[in-house]
């Protein structure tokens, strides 16, 4: 599975957008790119994946540039529950199994 | 159940001692993962069920880890003579072993070995 690269930590206000970047130059063809969030004390929680369309849900948006090397996740209104450490994952979709966490981005919203 | 349970949520041990920790995946989960996350760091990959294929046991740190997984469901974790750089948190994950699929975590186990 392809690495990630991200930031180790960043600040965002409360209500204001958050976007978390992620770097996976290496990053195969059949490699989805997928989001966790993991808050304190807990297991991580799935976020939004994507392979090489822009992908919204309900909790964020996930944009992959066109040559699919890099990602940003998107939590449009940050709010104080959204303080976490963000990981990003690329996954070979139909034959891959580990997922491959790496250190994360710490996000602190900001009151 | 209604989500990944895993117990104990915590277990203190001896160095030396023997510990199983156990994980109930989401029922019809086929895929069930274990990963170990020590103080202030990222999750370590341990090893991987999928159906009744071979597990990849790639990620297991030393002989003294093993897991099982008994009819597809349940799945117990065993660390034989516990070392304190065994202490982490334990977590355990299941999905339905298809493409595209989420991981569903349960709340971990905390091991402390003393």
């Known amino acids: 599975d392809a690495k990630t690269t991200q930031p180790p930590s960043m600040d965002c206000a409360e209500g204001r957008a958050a976007n978390l970047p992620c770097n996976h130059s290496?990053?195969?063809?059949?490699?989805?790119v997928y989001w966790y969030r993991q808050i304190h004390s807990q297991g991580p929680q799935y976020i939004i994946h994507?392979?090489?369309n822009n992908e919204t849900n309900e909790m964020a948006s996930l944009i992959i540039t066109e040559d699919r090397k890099s990602s940003t996740l998107i939590l449009p209104h940050a709010t104080l529950r959204d303080t976490a450490v963000y990981y990003c994952?690329?996954?070979?979709?139909?034959?891959?199994?580990?997922?491959?966490f790496g250190t994360g981005t710490s996000l602190t919203v900001i009151p | 159940g209604a989500g990944v349970s895993q117990s104990p949520s915590n277990k203190v041990t001896e160095k030396g001692k023997d510990v199983e920790l156990r994980c109930d995946p989401i029922s019809g989960h086929t895929a069930l993962y274990w990963y170990r996350q020590s103080l202030g760091q990222g999750l370590e990959f341990l090893i991987y069920f999928q159906g009744n294929s071979a597990p990849d046991k790639s990620g297991l740190p030393s002989d003294r880890f093993s897991a099982e997984r008994t009819g597809g469901s349940v799945s117990t974790l065993t660390i034989q003579r516990t070392q304190q750089e065994d202490s982490a948190v334990y977590l355990c994950a299941s999905s339905l072993g298809s493409t595209n699929e989420k991981l569903f975590f349960g709340s971990g186990t905390q091991l402390s070995v003393l």
């Open positions: 994952i690329v996954r070979v979709g139909a034959t891959g199994n580990q997922f491959y």
């Open positions: 994507g392979l090489k």
């Open positions: 290496t990053i195969s063809g059949n490699e989805y």
